[in-house]
């Protein structure tokens, strides 16, 4: 079965930080690309960034809202994911998605059709 | 406020057929055919039911469709039933800068 299941979150001052963690299962974890999703309260989702699979760098890229602040990485070797977020501001306050791009026989959507979504993790940014 | 405008809510009675809009620009609807479509039910995450403007992944029912025109794409459910009450979003691809926008939501009440 294919899973996602992220961990890490909970209440944060602003100006602190937090380090999320998104496990694996049942996927080709070393080809994939991953992306973390964050929905804040009554809102729309917002993308955050996305890490390229080892091969391509793992480069990563950033929304312009979290860029400096936040840093995604990924561990190959235990199928693991992580978003680093320093510099926390209210505003963050949202539960965070890791999230895998659709693979079909064309090939995948890393980047714009996102099909396993893990539970999430709530994120709260507050004094 | 999000990226791509979609009315905040829509409705149908069970059977009927409801289109919910999503409005971006020229620089990612307009530009990309890479528009997706989610249902989110309350306390669970996005569902993909469209990519590609108008392909349905596997398992999704073909009473979801999907099409785009110009800077406006739109998501059709046909045949509504009590279990597609839910929040729906749509998403494009955009830019180096940011790869995905995702819409506001739309909130479906099947009356």
């Known amino acids: 079965e294919v899973q996602l299941v992220e961990s890490g979150g909970g209440l944060v001052e602003p100006g602190g930080s937090l380090r999320l963690s998104c496990g694996t299962s049942?996927?080709?974890?070393?080809?994939?690309?991953m992306t973390w999703v964050r929905q804040a309260p009554g809102k729309g989702p917002e993308w955050v960034g996305r890490i390229k699979d080892s091969t391509q760098g793992a480069t990563t890229d950033y929304a312009a809202v979290v860029k400096g602040r936040f840093t995604i990485s990924r561990d190959d070797s235990k199928n693991m994911v992580f978003l680093q977020m320093d510099g926390l501001k209210t505003e963050d306050t949202a539960v965070y998605y890791c999230?895998?791009?659709?693979?079909?026989?064309?090939?995948?959507?890393?980047?714009?059709?996102?099909?396993?979504w893990g539970q999430g993790t709530m994120v709260t940014v507050s004094s | 406020q999000s990226a791509l405008t979609q009315p905040p809510s829509a409705s149908g009675s069970p059977g009927q057929s409801v289109t919910i809009s999503c409005t971006g620009t020229s620089n990612d609807v307009g530009r990309h055919n890479y528009v997706s479509w989610y249902h989110q039910h309350p306390g669970k995450a996005p569902k993909l039911i469209i990519y590609?403007?108008?392909k349905r992944p596997s398992g999704v029912p073909d009473r979801f469709s999907g099409s785009k025109s110009g800077n406006t794409a739109s998501l059709t459910v046909s045949g509504l039933q009590a279990e597609d009450e839910a929040d729906y979003y749509c998403s494009s691809y955009a830019d180096i800068k940011t790869l995905v926008v995702f819409g506001g939501g739309t909130k479906l009440t099947v009356l």
């Open positions: 999230v895998k791009g659709l693979c079909t026989d064309t090939g995948c959507h890393w980047d714009d059709a996102f099909d396993i």
């Open positions: 049942g996927i080709t974890f070393g080809n994939a690309w």
């Open positions: 590609e403007v108008s």
